[in-house]
């Protein structure tokens, strides 16, 4: 990957203030699963040594949840082109796509079921669909 290119004070402000983590999309779905009795790991990597961490994980049940903003992961409603140094942003979304799908087929590879939501999907809905999964995944005994 290129480096970044230089930006404007008010675009690198606005970017540092981005959160890798506990965003509200996701706060909202982990407290709709908490409501509904389930626990969980949050910002863990499913697999032992790996640097990808999930935003939820339920080890037992080998379900790893990932809440995917929009403009990062590229959604297909709402992704948006940068007018701004747009060779190098079209290049490092496509590698976050890419990374993820590399992700995805690791953690099935595992035996691991992979729930992708994005941010703009209603929490209930998305909680939904990560307690199917957890109810059709049988408990693994070593984790």
Request: contains cysteine.
């Amino acid at each position: 990957m290129t480096r970044r290119p230089g930006t404007d004070a008010a675009t690198s402000a606005r970017m540092a203030r981005q959160r890798r983590t506990g965003t509200d999309p996701e706060v909202a779905l982990r407290r709709e699963l908490h409501r509904r009795g389930l626990r969980y790991f949050v910002d863990r990597a499913p697999i032992r040594g790996q640097r990808r961490r999930a935003d939820l994980v339920f080890p037992r049940r080998r379900v790893a949840v990932y809440v995917d903003g929009c403009f990062w992961h590229r959604c297909p409603q709402h992704a948006t082109d940068p007018k701004n140094n747009a060779e190098w942003w079209a290049a490092k979304l496509a590698g976050n796509v890419a990374r993820d799908r590399a992700t995805d087929a690791a953690l099935i590879a595992e035996g691991w079921q992979v729930i992708r939501v994005w941010e703009h999907e209603d929490a209930v809905s998305a909680a939904d669909r990560v307690q199917q999964a957890l109810a059709s995944a049988a408990p693994h005994p070593h984790e």
